[in-house]
């Protein structure tokens, strides 16, 4: 019953493609994260924005990583060349601006860098 | 160092008994503490949330109790059913972005 909506689900690179993952929002939410979730079920943040504007990011996603957040466009998370070990999952949340707001998550993009 | 930790790794309860999930956390600057609940496929859920100006959130049968002197807070699931099988969350929300910082996970099962 997510309302975060993330396209596809499953995503199959060889190594050194690109990978591109979309994700639509909750309808209103401002705010958006992108997190990867390890095959050790850790997560690792990777970016958020707030409407179009990136909030803050880690230094992996400046070089390979690139994410956007296009006013009336789906959010989309891309790697430029894969590497095996970005095999993991995606998972794209929002939540409305402002303190005490907990992020909904989407169902996830599943990458495999084979 | 590990801003969140979680114990214990695993659980296992029987139907009807009470699942305690244990969160402790190192930056006293967190201030809200969401849960989620992770089936195997499936993105992680909002469960239930507790704001650090509460010691206690309760939601049906599943209830948070929060020690902010300690930065510590619990997860009490009580009545557990086997579809409460699942991998439980505690993440810590920084006051300014909502970033959150997860703990490893407690996976849980409940057997009938």
């Known amino acids: 019953n997510s309302k975060v909506i993330q396209t596809p689900r499953y995503l199959v690179k060889g190594q050194g493609q690109k990978a591109k993952m979309r994700c639509i929002p909750e309808?209103?939410?401002?705010?958006v994260f992108w997190y990867q979730q390890n095959k050790n079920n850790e997560f690792k943040f990777l970016i958020n924005?707030?409407?179009?504007?990136?909030?803050?990011q880690i230094d992996m996603t400046e070089k390979r990583f690139s994410a956007e957040c296009p006013s009336n466009s789906p959010c989309s998370l891309e790697i430029q060349s894969s590497e095996a070990g970005d095999s993991a999952l995606y998972l794209c949340?929002?939540?409305?601006?402002?303190?005490?707001?907990?992020?909904?998550f989407g169902e996830g993009t599943r990458l495999s860098v084979l | 160092q590990q801003q969140v930790r979680q114990s214990p790794q695993s659980l296992t309860v029987w139907e009807g008994e009470t699942a305690i999930l244990n969160c402790s956390y190192e930056?006293?600057?967190?201030?809200?503490f969401p849960w989620y609940q992770q089936f195997p496929g499936e993105g992680p859920a909002l469960l239930i949330s507790?704001?650090?100006?509460?010691d206690k959130k309760e939601d049906g049968r599943f209830t948070i109790f929060f020690n902010k002197r300690e930065k510590k807070l619990s997860l009490h699931i009580t009545d557990s059913q086997p579809g409460d099988s699942a991998t439980y969350f505690c993440?810590?929300?920084?006051?300014?972005?909502?970033?959150?910082?997860f703990g490893d996970g407690t996976v849980l099962t409940v057997k009938p």
């Open positions: 949340a929002s939540s409305l601006r402002g303190r005490n707001q907990a992020p909904l």
């Open positions: 309808k209103g939410h401002p705010v």
């Open positions: 924005f707030q409407n179009q504007e990136v909030l803050q």
């Open positions: 930056d006293s600057t967190f201030n809200y």
């Open positions: 507790i704001r650090s100006v509460s």
């Open positions: 993440a810590a929300s920084e006051a300014n972005t909502g970033k959150l910082t």
